[in-house]
């Protein structure tokens, strides 16, 4: 059974940074990929960032690229989001996704085999 367990969401006044991580635990898990979706009140889960696990190539949805790094540590089975020039409209719930091996655009819900439970990150004054 593969875990994904994240952390790091939190308040943040506009123009902040946070940083999220993303453990995915298994027996003998590796990713071909994994992502981040949030999903703010009222709306459909959206595509964040992801990246390749072997070659590490990135990829971002439009509203936050310039603002948000994705990164990973293959030893550690970790993904993380390092989010900067944070707005209000970046308040969602955070998802992170991992990918088997390849199942369409990364951009897509569907390309992803697990996910884990969700950080909040609120961005307030």
């Known amino acids: 059974q593969v875990q994904l367990v994240e952390s790091g969401g939190g308040l943040v006044q506009p123009g902040g940074s946070l940083r999220l991580s993303c453990a995915a635990s298994g027996r003998t898990f590796t990713p071909y990929g994994m992502g981040w979706f949030r999903q703010a009140p009222g709306k459909d889960r959206e595509f964040v960032a992801a990246?390749?696990?072997?070659?590490?190539?990135?990829y971002y949805a439009d509203s936050v690229k310039g603002r948000f790094s994705i990164s990973r540590d293959n030893a550690k089975n970790t993904v993380y989001l390092q989010m900067g020039s944070l707005k209000p409209e970046d308040t969602a719930v955070y998802y992170c996704?991992?990918?088997?091996?390849?199942?369409?655009?990364?951009?897509?819900?569907?390309?992803?085999?697990?996910w884990g439970q969700g950080t909040q990150v609120t961005v307030s004054s």
């Open positions: 990246i390749s696990w072997s070659g590490g190539v990135t």
């Open positions: 996704a991992a990918a088997r091996t390849y199942g369409g655009p990364w951009s897509g819900a569907y390309a992803y085999d697990y």
